[in-house]
């Protein structure tokens, strides 16, 4: 099955840096890589999601870069704000009735 | 005009104990999941079903037992309760028009389960 491999685990940038997670996935005939992100106590929200015929997508402060050769994604914030400081998930699949399998989250602490 | 609602929030229960924990989305979606997120926040899925019907079991032990009355509905029913049951729970749903996860999943706030 798919695995999906998130790095880093933590992650900490003082306010108006950017901040990039990386996944890698296994499986090459993902075609769908979502991120969430969640608060505390909340559950997990769609921020952005790319799929396989596109390598970049962007949206405001928010990018997703994907590389399929290569097998990895990431997530690019920039001009980070305290507001942004949660745990990020990323996932990929091949849908057709196949799981989304989740990496195991990046904690986001941006310093005021 | 909460999209993925689950009840209860808060669930503590001794060991052995039988639980439910109710799961509705107002979004019309098809899709249905549960997802058990441990204490180091990995998220795993449990179920999903597909217009009522179980598309996917991932090896979750028959202690736990999902039930759709209807698509908007998705309840999950816990036997005999384990101290390794403990997490959040959480419903989501999807619209998956062409195929389960090919949508965006809708998150419910979770149930924190802790079992004694």
């Known amino acids: 099955g798919e695995n999906v491999e998130q790095h880093p685990s933590t992650l900490s940038v003082q306010e108006g840096d950017s901040a990039v997670i990386k996944c890698t996935y296994s499986?090459?005939?993902?075609?769908?890589f979502p991120w969430y992100k969640q608060e505390l106590g909340k559950g997990p929200q769609l921020i952005i999601d790319?799929?396989?015929?596109?390598g970049e997508k962007k949206d405001q402060r928010i990018a997703v870069t994907l590389n399929k050769t290569a097998k990895h994604f990431s997530l690019h914030i920039t001009e980070t704000q305290p507001e942004d400081s949660a745990v990020y998930f990323c996932?990929?699949?091949?849908?057709?009735?196949?799981?989304?399998?989740f990496g195991t989250g990046t904690k986001l602490q941006v310093i005021p | 005009d909460t999209a993925v609602s689950q009840t209860p929030k808060y669930l503590v229960t001794q060991m052995g104990n039988d639980k439910s924990i109710k799961c509705e989305q107002n979004?019309?979606?098809?899709?249905m999941y549960w997802y058990k997120q441990d204490s180091k926040k990995f998220l795993k899925i449990m179920f999903s079903?597909?217009?009522?019907?179980?598309?996917i079991n991932e090896t979750v032990p028959n202690r736990f037992s999902p039930k759709s009355p209807d698509k908007a509905h998705l309840n999950l029913h816990i036997n005999s309760l384990e101290l390794g049951d403990s997490a959040v729970y959480f419903c989501?749903?999807?619209?998956?028009?062409?195929?389960?996860?090919?949508?965006?999943?809708?998150f419910g706030p979770g149930t924190r389960l802790t079992v004694l």
């Open positions: 079903y597909n217009n009522k019907e179980l598309i």
């Open positions: 989501a749903s999807s619209q998956d028009m062409a195929g389960i996860g090919t949508d965006t999943q809708y």
């Open positions: 996932a990929a699949t091949k849908g057709g009735y196949q799981k989304v399998t």
């Open positions: 790319i799929r396989s015929n596109v």
């Open positions: 979004l019309g979606h098809d899709t």
């Open positions: 499986d090459s005939a993902s075609n769908y």
